[in-house]
């Protein structure tokens, strides 16, 4: 059995040292094996322009926040999956990294951006990878991935458990369509999301809260207000994931006919 779990809070914009004392505070004294934080959890999310997300982006491989994360996952022995505003030369990416007691274990860059998120951020080049912490198999997806079945079926082929999502969700359509990727796929999902509002330009977005895991089969385990900070973890089965038949003998990804499918390409 694993512990599972999300942290729904409100980061400012801008202030990432503010925003890492609310995160460390958030985890302290938290029993998981895995627990997801919010899309862009350090900088916040409204930024103008991609000088400004130059100036809040760091490079994982040399980055204060996830020395901190590090040195959370150290004293309380779990992973935790955050997103990032990553820089990469002259790239600069919507990312999530996967960190544990050892340090940084994975990055994952958005594929598929959100509106304004095209001016400012380059789209992930890399499909989703699988990561193994423990015995239980982690893949990553960043908020609107979600709207793309093929993000969490490419994890489900990988052999993910559990798909970490880190999200900043302005829409109350994603925790809805959770239940269907993980009935599709057969796995668990963190969706982490903030709550609260940003303005950008004149205009406010507000987010909506509502954080959710949910299990095989559709199944949804728990779920945040749309308001409030709020960390919720629950014990799951891995098992249940890697059990991919069905009813009457089919089997979920090997039944799937792919020599019909080059009409999605």
């Known amino acids: ?18 925003n890492r004392d609310m995160i460390a505070a958030s985890l302290d004294g938290l029993d998981a094996d895995l627990l997801v934080l919010p899309e862009l959890v350090f900088s916040g999310y409204c930024m103008v322009n991609r000088q400004s997300v130059r100036e809040s982006a760091e490079s994982p491989d040399d980055s204060p926040s996830v020395r901190m994360l590090t040195t959370l996952c150290k004293a309380g022995n779990y992973h935790v999956t955050a997103g990032f505003a990553e820089k990469s ?8 990294v996967l960190v544990g007691p050892e340090g940084l274990v994975g990055v994952y860059r ?31 997806m ?17 052999g993910a458990d559990v798909i970490a999502h880190p999200s900043n969700l302005v829409l109350d359509w994603c925790q809805k369509s959770m239940i269907t990727r993980c009935l599709e796929n057969n796995l668990f999902a963190v969706t982490a999301n903030r709550y609260g509002s940003e303005s950008r330009e004149g205009k ?20 945040a207000p749309a308001d409030g900070d709020k960390a919720v973890i629950v014990e799951i089965n891995p098992g249940e994931a890697r059990d991919k038949s069905l ?10 006919r792919v020599e019909l499918y080059g009409g999605l390409l």
């Open 247 to 256: 009813a009457g003998g089919n089997h979920l990804l090997g039944d799937r």
């Open 142 to 158: 960043v908020c609107f991935d979600w709207f793309f079945p093929e993000t969490a079926r490419l994890l489900a082929l990988a």
């Open 110 to 140: 958005k594929i598929h951006l959100f509106g304004f998120e095209a001016e400012l951020f380059d789209p992930g080049p890399d499909p989703p990878a699988v990561y193994d912490i423990g015995g239980l198999k982690v893949g990553m």
């Open 89 to 96: 030369g002259d790239k600069l990416y919507n990312s999530a």
């Open 204 to 223: 406010e977005l507000t987010f909506t809260g509502g954080s959710q895991i949910t299990a095989p089969r559709g199944v949804v385990l728990s779920s």
């Open 1 to 18: 059995m694993k512990r599972i779990g999300f942290v729904q809070c409100k980061p400012v914009l801008g202030r990432p040292d503010e």
